[in-house]
């Protein structure tokens, strides 16, 4: 079973209000359908955008064989670059 981490679009139905949950999913299924294991969110709507991954869950999976889109391994660098800058903060 090829396994990906990606996003799933739960936004408000009307357009230009998304809202995305990075999921762990086989890559088979489609895009919004059933899930393994979410393990964060993406809100593009926010300045700066919103975003939010469990990092031990996502290096677990990445650990497992599990493959991240492009978008998703993306976010996944800013986030480490935010929480990292963070610290050094002291916040």
Do not use: C
Not at 4 to 26: S, W
Not at 52 to 57: C, L, M
Request: hydrophobic share 30%; proline share 7%; glycine share 6%.
């Amino acid at each position: 079973m090829a396994v990906r981490i990606r996003l799933r679009r739960i936004g408000k139905r009307p357009k230009k209000r998304p809202f995305f949950r990075i999921t762990v999913a086989d890559a088979h299924k489609a895009r919004d359908g059933k899930f393994i294991e979410e393990i964060g969110y993406y809100d593009p709507t926010k300045n700066p955008p919103l975003i939010n991954i469990d990092t031990n869950r996502y290096d677990y999976w990445i650990s497992k064989g599990a493959q991240p889109t492009e978008t998703v391994a993306s976010l996944y660098k800013k986030y480490k670059k935010l929480v990292g800058s963070s610290k050094e903060l002291g916040v």
